[in-house]
């Protein structure tokens, strides 16, 4: 209401019922408004509520010009008519004055940023794993606008360069807002830019469980691309470890041991007569020790990767696994892949979900949970088993394999047309995300 009268009382008749009416009078646009209560009691209450919110606001009300009066209630209207309150509006503001009090900005090139992001991380105790993926993603954004001042590169910049990788999945999408957001936290700190783009992003919220294994095609497909030249031949091992061995690939890799300087896991660790390995307290993730009893075709790769020199821990993984996906095209990376899928198959040939823990480690009790869900039939699983350096080897006669090289070289062609011209490649070629 725009006045400060207390609103007045008089009796009615609604309905053939005795009623009581209250009117409150007209707001800034001449609308009426009124309420009907059954009891005078009830309607006395609500004028003596009224008298107190007067006697609370009213001298403040009261000294303001009548214009003034409408073009607040006008302004609260409008915004109400948003969605907004005033409580919200206020706060807004002041984020507003926290985020440009301070434009002065002491401009740095973006590849500068980049670089010290790389230094503090490093000096913070981060894995040389996860800074040079990091680096790969952020020197990506950052081809042809190495120097430009990151002050002056906008969330709208940044949401472009997003929305153009149409294959990332929301959880990809949410992965690298929040590196994004790492990086421009420290040019604030270090007083080369006074805004986070990345809060002006609209926020990936909570993702829900997607559930996802490798066909038995593209296991097949993958382990054919290992086994297609001397150079892809050396990540053998690390793939069947995963595919087949169930090892995390952090494991295989054994960051934690070797950032600890402590023995990595290495053929030593794996008793091929024996179908054992032996994944130490110094390498488990978990810090569980635990003995792996490989599966026959487990073994038969592995025996097959030893002969052929495998190095183990591995040696340029990332890029040699880049290589395999690229010769069969797969697009998607699944996180931790090659382990879901053996843990997934591994539960036909146990029949027993606590037999198949003792192999994969104790956080696979919530990697069952949800992969049993995927009601994979038994057959599929058990030709997964199937998938050996022989049946490999045959496959890779076929014309079915000719055609699947054939048709992702195809598409790499397309695509780097597309690309071209884009990056250079010297500085934005980066570190691909995939590990096994």
């Known amino acids: 209401m725009t006045t400060n009268n207390e609103p007045t009382k008089r009796r009615i008749t609604k309905h053939g019922n005795d009623r009581w009416e209250l009117d409150f009078g007209a707001d800034a646009n001449g609308k009426r408004h009124r309420r009907v209560v059954e009891t005078e009691a009830e309607a006395d209450k609500i004028i003596s509520e009224c008298r107190k919110e007067i006697k609370r606001c009213g001298d403040y009300w009261a000294r303001l010009p009548q214009v003034k009066r409408q073009v607040v209630v006008a302004t609260l209207q409008e915004m109400e008519s948003q969605g907004q309150n005033i409580a919200g509006v206020w706060q807004d503001w002041h984020k507003w004055k926290a985020e440009n009090q301070n434009v002065a900005v002491t401009p740095q090139p973006y590849v500068a940023c980049v670089d010290e992001f790389e230094r503090r991380k490093l000096a913070a105790g981060k894995t040389k794993r996860y800074v040079r993926d990091t680096i790969g993603v952020l020197r990506k954004f950052g081809a042809g606008r190495e120097q430009q001042h990151i002050h002056k590169i906008t969330a709208a910049d940044l949401e472009a360069w997003i929305d153009s990788h149409e294959t990332w999945g929301l959880s990809s999408r949410r992965t690298n807002m929040s590196l994004f957001s790492s990086l421009w936290e420290v040019a604030i700190a270090k007083g080369w830019c006074s805004l986070n783009i990345v809060d002006r992003l609209e926020p990936v919220g909570k993702l829900g469980r997607v ?5 038995n095609d593209t296991v097949l497909n993958l382990m054919a691309a290992a086994m297609s030249n001397e150079v892809t031949q050396q990540v053998i091992a690390p793939l069947a470890l995963g595919f087949f061995g169930c090892m995390r690939p952090e494991e295989v890799s ?27 307290v110094d390498v488990a993730k978990t810090g569980d020790q635990r003995t792996i009893r490989l599966q026959p075709a487990a073994v038969e790769w592995l025996k097959l990767a030893k002969e052929l020199k495998n190095p183990l821990p591995p040696e340029n993984e990332t890029r040699l696994v880049d290589q395999c996906c690229e010769l069969i095209g797969l697009e998607e990376w699944i996180r931790d892949g090659l382990r879901k899928n053996c843990a997934t198959h591994l539960r036909v040939v146990y029949k027993n979900d606590y037999d198949v823990i003792k192999d994969m480690g104790n956080s696979v009790r919530i990697l069952l949970k949800h992969y ?50 884009e990056q250079p490649a010297h500085w934005a070629s980066g570190t691909s995300r995939r590990a096994h």
């Open 211 to 215: 559930v996802k294994i490798y066909p």
């Open 254 to 280: 054994s960051v934690k041991a070797l950032d600890a300087g402590k023995p990595p896991f290495g053929w030593d660790c794996i008793d091929l007569q024996n179908g054992l390995a032996t994944v130490s």
């Open 372 to 421: 049993a869900d995927l009601h994979v039939p038994e057959s599929v699983s058990l030709e997964h088993w199937h998938i050996t350096p022989e049946k490999v080897r045959k496959y890779m006669k076929t014309d079915e394999w000719k055609r699947v090289v054939e048709t992702a070289a195809k598409a790499a062609y397309e695509k780097a047309k597309r690309a071209s011209g």
